[in-house]
């Protein structure tokens, strides 16, 4: 009997354990088929991305954790998104991970910025 109850106060807590950083379970991002010069904190190549077919193109400064970019090749990837507690100065305050890249079509990505 102990074990079960021991078990089962075990099962509760796992299951009300939330990640409260957590902003996106799951988000679809469209990568561009080229990297662009940005600043941030020095020159460098950013990605550019956008939620939906229809948005204009945006920059992202950060990295995508696994996410492993080929230039030439326009990507649709499902990501998560977590807060960062204490982030660096010069750093996001979000961290975004790869779930999976859904395609990686060969393709020169159009209306990018100049």
Do not use: H
């Amino acid at each position: 009997m102990k074990k079960i109850v021991y078990l089962i106060c075990l099962s509760i807590c796992i299951l009300s354990c939330e990640d409260n950083n957590l902003i996106t379970p799951e988000k679809t991002l469209i990568v561009a088929s080229k990297k662009i010069d940005c600043i941030g904190v020095d020159n460098q190549k950013c990605l550019l991305i956008k939620e939906t077919e229809t948005e204009n193109w945006q920059y992202f400064y950060s990295s995508i954790i696994g996410f492993n970019y080929d230039e030439g090749f326009e990507y649709v990837i499902k990501v998560s998104e977590r807060r960062i507690e204490n982030p660096p100065q010069d750093g996001s305050s979000i961290e975004t991970t790869l779930i999976e890249v859904v395609s990686k079509t060969e393709k020169t990505s159009e209306n990018l910025p100049i």
